[in-house]
């Protein structure tokens, strides 16, 4: 799914990137391996999740390429215009602010930069109804194909267009800084 939803914004090697909720690092690695002469960031609120992405990235770290930092979405530590593109993979549905949250990203972007949500879960896909009870128990945020799209335009994004993979269940939501 992650290398699928990556694939529909432009990552060049040179790029700067950041993932949001990074996890175990899985992302941060694929991104990584693409950003050869640029650097990966990657922020998690959870130490256990950075402590986690830190191992699956060391190799990136200790040569330079991969910076992981414990912090929040709601209040990004990097300056204004510093990404190329930012992905959030399986994450947004757990931001405390969805709409600032995603204007947050956008202060981070450069001018033409892109923001890339990559989900499994979303109202309306196929098998929904064995997501809506977990969704809900989790308190976690659900939207639909349009809901995602309407949140992008809402926080500021131009250009915006969300893709599904119906047989699989997939959604690819990406806006463009103007």
Known sequence: MTAWGL?????KPEFIVLDVGCGGG??????????SDGKVFGI?????????????NASFIAAGRVDIREGSV??????????????????HYYWPH?????????????????LAIVA??????????????????????YLTVDEHEALLKAAGYSEVTAFEERQKGWICAVGRKA
């Open 44 to 56: 998690d609120y959870s130490p256990a999740s950075v402590a986690a992405s830190r191992r699956t």
């Open 98 to 114: 969805l709409e600032a949250d995603a204007r947050e990203i956008l202060r981070v972007l450069k001018p033409g930069g892109r």
């Open 74 to 91: 709601s209040s990004l530590p990097f300056p204004d215009g510093m990404f190329d593109v930012v992905t959030a993979v399986e994450t």
């Open 26 to 35: 899985r992302t941060i690695h694929r991104l990584a391996e693409q950003v």
């Open 7 to 11: 694939g529909h914004v432009p990552i």
């Open 120 to 141: 499994e879960s979303y109202k309306g896909r196929r098998f929904d109804a064995v997501y809506r009870l977990p969704m809900t128990l989790l308190h976690a945020t």
